[in-house]
């Protein structure tokens, strides 16, 4: 079965820091694998997709890598400021037919001004 | 906005009320996921649709829950005689097939059990 740990669960910074949260998972056997933000109360925005075969993708000021033999992840955040301040949530889908995803619990991120 | 859309955003009931949720999906995404988040945790799978076909449900899944996806558009997740467990966020997630593989979500709808 699938697992997801997230480290840290909670982390505060400074306006400006940059900042990597990780994420693992115990099976290597994945399809893809997807970082979103959610903010309080409201749903889930995907933030980066990366696919199996790819080792990193990039948005902005996100740079997510992937390593699949080792069954880990980051999520780097360059530069960051108070409006990044959400839950990051990181999930794989495994190498099966329903591409469902399993997901961690999160880090939750507050960037002080 | 073409995303994922949910209905209603928030609802409030009574201990062994039935609740309805509906979810339209992007236009042209055949899969169809339903997840319930708990707070402080990740969502959690439930059930998953290609087309109209219901193809997977998870044991999280009791009797008391149903979802149908008629002519594989929008989809319905009933909860009949609900318990205070089962106060959470009920979230919706659209895919295509043949595609990257990611998934859009909605914006969720927040089950609150009295």
């Known amino acids: 079965k699938q697992e997801v740990t997230q480290i840290p669960a909670a982390l505060s910074v400074p306006e400006g820091e940059n900042l990597v949260l990780n994420c693992s998972f115990t099976d290597s056997a994945i399809y893809n694998l997807q970082w979103f933000r959610q903010d309080p109360g409201k749903g889930l925005t995907s933030l980066l997709l990366?696919?199996?075969?790819?080792r990193e993708q990039t948005s902005g000021r996100l740079n997510a890598s992937l390593d699949k033999s080792s069954g880990r992840s980051t999520l780097y955040i360059a530069a960051s400021q108070p409006g990044d301040s959400a839950t990051y949530l990181c999930a794989v889908s495994v190498d099966t037919g329903r591409r469902a995803l399993t997901f961690g619990s999160g880090t939750r991120l507050q960037v002080q001004p | 906005d073409t995303g994922v859309s949910q209905d209603p955003r928030h609802k409030i009931t009574k201990r062994g009320q039935n609740v309805t949720f509906r979810c339209d999906p992007i236009s042209e995404h055949n899969r169809l996921y339903w997840y319930r988040q708990t707070l402080g945790q990740g969502p959690e799978f439930l059930t998953y649709f290609q087309n109209e076909a219901q193809l997977e449900k998870s044991r999280l899944l009791s009797d008391r829950f149903s979802a149908e996806r008629p002519k594989g558009s929008f989809s319905t997740l009933e909860i009949q005689r609900t318990e205070q467990g089962d106060s959470a966020m009920y979230l919706c997630a659209s895919s295509r097939t043949g595609y990257t593989g990611e998934l859009f979500f909605g914006e969720g709808s927040r089950l609150t059990v009295l």
């Open positions: 990366i696919q199996s075969s790819q």
